[in-house]
């Protein structure tokens, strides 16, 4: 069965401060994908980031990076110099590889992680 | 539209009533998706179409959820007899493309959600 496990329910951290939300998931697919959402007080689930499977490769865009670890089954997201508008939820998901290669969408998400950036 | 549209953004109803809940996808936006949010969790599947195509709605918790896309642009998710159970936020996503055979693209597989519709069954 696929799972996504975010243990950290809540952080708070005071700006300029760095953080790193974890994420381990579980699937007995080879290939698949993985994602990070952000959820602000709006409702609506903005897209981070995404990273297939077969590219361990971490990623840096400005303050935000991702470390994929395929042999712990981990997708952990650091953030840097944090800020006060960085305060949301935070969603890792999984999804399958579809027929042509693609992501399903077909999201499976953790519970989340609210930080809290205090000033 | 400039983004995905959900209305209404809150309903209450009284358990046993019959809701409906509209999405607006973007224009031209091929594959829809709808999620269901309960408080204090992540949101989950519950069904995907690809145009006026429901190719998938094995997340559909009961017979009492129905979707529709008649025309491919705009969805409804009807909850009928609803129980407290069913309160959540309701997500509507879309993108541009649906599982292409041009092979894999992060650009037109990327998601776009609403605000989502928060219905609560007293």
């Known amino acids: 069965a696929q799972k996504v496990t975010q243990a950290q329910t809540e952080i708070s951290v005071v700006e300029k401060e760095d953080v790193t939300l974890d994420c381990v998931y579980e699937t007995r697919d080879t290939t698949y994908y993985l994602f990070w959402y952000k959820q602000p007080p709006s409702g609506e689930l903005v897209f981070l980031i995404r990273?297939?499977?077969?590219?361990?490769q971490n990623e840096i865009s400005g303050r935000y990076s991702w470390n994929f670890q395929k042999s712990t089954s981990s997708f952990n997201f650091t953030i840097t110099a944090s800020q006060v508008v960085d305060s949301a939820v935070y969603f890792c998901a999984l999804s399958e590889v579809g027929r042509y290669g693609g992501a399903t969408n077909k999201l499976i998400f953790g519970t989340g992680t609210l930080l809290a950036v205090q000033p | 539209g400039a983004g995905v549209s959900q209305s209404p953004r809150y309903k209450v109803a009284k358990r046993g009533q019959d809701v409906a809940l509209r999405c607006d996808p973007i224009s031209g936006h091929v594959s829809l998706f709808w999620y269901q949010q309960a408080l204090g969790q992540g949101p989950e599947f519950l069904t995907y179409f690809q145009n006026e195509a429901q190719l998938d709605k094995s997340g559909l918790p009961s017979d009492r959820f129905f979707a529709e896309r008649p025309e491919g642009s705009v969805s409804t998710l009807k909850i009928q007899r609803t129980q407290q159970e069913d309160s959540a936020v309701y997500l509507c996503a879309s993108s541009l493309e649906g599982q292409g055979g041009a092979g894999p693209s992060p650009a037109r597989e990327k998601l776009f959600f609403g605000s989502g519709t928060q219905l609560s069954v007293l």
């Open positions: 990273r297939n499977s077969f590219d361990e």
